[in-house]
């Protein structure tokens, strides 16, 4: 089964953020405007990689239930279909 590559996600630090914090309060209102919109924008990209990513987990899930369902109804019919083994018809162990 091929994985998809994710997209890479891109989060700011603690540090990132203080600083944005700081610049905003010593800015004019529209500088803290635009800001604050390229952080948004910014939140939004993060948003919709990781809603990606989630769907594209939960596809590989659903493959991956239906695999184990299929191998479970396998084991199941191979339990069924083997005949019950007795002492008498077991070839003894070669040394």
Request: charged share 35%.
């Amino acid at each position: 089964m091929q994985r998809d590559a994710m997209p890479a996600i891109v989060l700011p630090t603690n540090r990132e953020i203080v600083r944005l914090v700081e610049f905003e309060m010593s800015e004019s209102p529209e500088t803290r405007l635009v800001a604050l919109e390229l952080l948004v924008t910014h939140l939004e990209r993060d948003l919709g990689a990781l809603n990606s990513a989630v769907l594209g987990q939960q596809k590989e899930i659903e493959t991956l239930r239906q695999v184990i369902s299929r191998l479970e109804e396998r084991v199941a019919r191979l339990g069924e279909e083997e005949e019950p083994r007795s002492a008498e018809n077991e070839r003894p162990p070669h040394y």
